[in-house]
C-alpha cells in the first residue's frame, strides 16, 4: 500500500518503482500482459485522505493501447540522464495511450500505462505529465515542481472488491541514500466504487 510522504525503495528497484510501478505499493504484480486492442473505459469516486479527508471527486479513465517495454526504457534512460525534466518532456511526446479526467477538470492524456496479471485479476499504472496551470506559473507555487499525475487500479475479478490509488500530483526524486522516491504532493486518494463500461 501507498504510504503517506514519501515512499522509497532501493536504486536496484528503479525500473519497477519508474515505469512498472508507478509508486510503491505491496505485492509484486506477475508478467505484463499482452497489449490489448479494444477500448476500456472505467469510473469510480477518489476519496480524499488525511488533510483531505470528507472530499470526493469523481474520476474517468480511458484506455486506448498500453505501452511498451521500448517506452520504459526510453523513460528510465531520460531519468538517468535528465532527471525529472527529461522524464517530463519525453511522456509530453510520447502518443496518447489514453485519458484521464478529475472532476472539474478537462482532463489529459495517459502517456504511460501498463497492465499486469494478478492472482485476484488485473493490476493497471499508469503515469502522466500533468498540465500546470497558468496560476500556478504565475504565483510560483511549489506545486510545480509536482508535474506527473499516477494511477493504479487493482482490478478484482469480484468487480466490488477493486480499489486504486491516484496522486494528481507528484514527482521523483534522488534521496541521499542514492534509493528513488516518489513524492506526493498531496496525500493520496483513494479510489472505490470502479467500474468497467
Do not use: H
Not at 19 to 32: L, Y
Not at 86 to 115: F, W
Not at 138 to 158: C, F, H, K, M, P
Amino acid at each position: 500500500m501507498y504510504r503517506t510522504g514519501t515512499s522509497a525503495v532501493s536504486a536496484a528497484a528503479v525500473a519497477c518503482l519508474l515505469v512498472a510501478s508507478a509508486f510503491n505499493t505491496a505485492g509484486a504484480p506477475r508478467a505484463q500482459e499482452k497489449e490489448k486492442s479494444e477500448r476500456e473505459y472505467y469510473q469510480a469516486q477518489a476519496y480524499g485522505t488525511s488533510t483531505q479527508m470528507g472530499r470526493t471527486v469523481n474520476v474517468s479513465i480511458t484506455i486506448n493501447s498500453y505501452s511498451t517495454p521500448d517506452d520504459q526504457k526510453a523513460l528510465l534512460k531520460a531519468f538517468n540522464e535528465k532527471g525529472m525534466e527529461g522524464m517530463t518532456k519525453l511522456l509530453n511526446k510520447m502518443k496518447s495511450k489514453g485519458r484521464l479526467a478529475i472532476t472539474g477538470t478537462l482532463g489529459y492524456d495517459l502517456s504511460y500505462i501498463r497492465s499486469f496479471k494478478t492472482e485476484q485479476g488485473r493490476k493497471l499504472r499508469m503515469v502522466t505529465s500533468r498540465p500546470i496551470t497558468f496560476a500556478e506559473n504565475y504565483q510560483g507555487t511549489r506545486s510545480t515542481e509536482y508535474s506527473l499525475s499516477a494511477v493504479e487500479l487493482n482490478l478484482n475479478d469480484e468487480e466490488s472488491k477493486s480499489t486504486g490509488t491516484l496522486l494528481p500530483l507528484c514527482k521523483l526524486k534522488m534521496n541521499k541514500q542514492n534509493e528513488l522516491e516518489i513524492e506526493a504532493y498531496q496525500n493520496p486518494w483513494d479510489l472505490r466504487n470502479i467500474m468497467k463500461r
